[in-house]
C-alpha cells in the first residue's frame, strides 16, 4: 500500500516561508520559491495545486505553468511570483516516478534501509523554474545569461558510515520505502 504526505518549514533566514507542499492519494507536488522573487511564496502555492488540480500524471510543466499564469493574471501578481521550483512524485505499487524542474534533492529509503539521494544544483547559482520553460523570452534570457547546466549528483548511503557519489542522470527509483523530495 502506498502512501503520501507532505511537510514545510520556513528557513531560518526568512521572514516568509516560500517553500508549499501538497500531497494525497498516490501523488506529492513541492515548490520553493525563489527567495529574491516578489510574492514566491504565492507562486509556489499556486503551483502545487494547479498541478494536483490537474489529475494527470503526465502534465508538463509547461502545460501547469500555462493555468499558473492564468490564476497569477486573475489575482494581479506580477510574472516573478511564479519562479519557484516543481517537484512530483507519483506512487504505484512498487515504484516510484519523480521530476524535478529546479533544484533541490530527492532520497529514497530502500527495503533493505539503504539511502540514496539525488542531489539537483545547478553550479550558475541560477536554477531553472518552471516558469521559464514555459515561455519563450524567459527561457532565452535565462539561457543567455546562465546556459543550461544542471548537475545531479548520486549519493547512496548502504550503511551510516559508507557513502559514495557519482554523477548520475537518471532517477530510478523501485523497490523503496519512502521517497522524500
Known amino acids: 500500500m502506498n ?7 520556513i528557513g531560518s533566514t526568512h ?3 516560500e ?3 501538497l500531497a494525497g492519494e ?4 513541492l515548490s520553493d520559491g525563489c527567495s529574491t522573487g516578489l ?13 494536483f488540480g490537474m489529475q494527470d500524471r503526465y502534465c508538463t510543466p509547461e502545460r501547469i505553468m500555462y493555468e499558473v499564469n492564468a490564476a497569477r493574471r486573475v489575482l494581479v501578481l506580477p510574472r516573478e511570483c511564479t519562479r519557484a521550483t516543481l517537484f512530483s512524485g507519483f506512487c504505484c505499487d512498487d515504484h516510484y516516478s519523480v521530476s524535478a524542474v529546479g533544484d533541490g534533492a530527492i532520497v529514497a529509503v530502500g527495503h533493505d534501509k539503504s539511502v540514496r539521494v539525488w542531489e539537483i544544483e545547478y ?12 515561455d519563450r523570452r524567459e527561457m532565452e534570457a ?3 545569461e546562465f546556459g543550461a547546466e544542471r ?5 547512496r548511503l548502504d550503511t551510516p558510515s559508507e557513502a559514495w557519489k557519482e554523477e548520475f542522470p537518471l532517477l530510478a527509483m523501485t523497490n523503496h520505502d519512502r521517497v522524500v523530495v
Not at 39 to 51: F, M, N, P, S
Open 142 to 144: 535565462y539561457m543567455e
Open 3 to 9: 502512501n503520501t504526505d507532505c511537510h514545510f518549514e
Open 39 to 51: 510574492y514566491t511564496d504565492v507562486g509556489a502555492r499556486l503551483i502545487c495545486h494547479t498541478a
Open 15 to 17: 521572514n516568509v516561508c
Open 123 to 134: 553550479p550558475s547559482g541560477a536554477p531553472m523554474y518552471p516558469a521559464y520553460m514555459a
Open 19 to 21: 517553500d508549499y507542499a
Open 151 to 155: 548537475k545531479t549528483t548520486y549519493i
Open 26 to 29: 498516490y501523488r506529492a507536488f
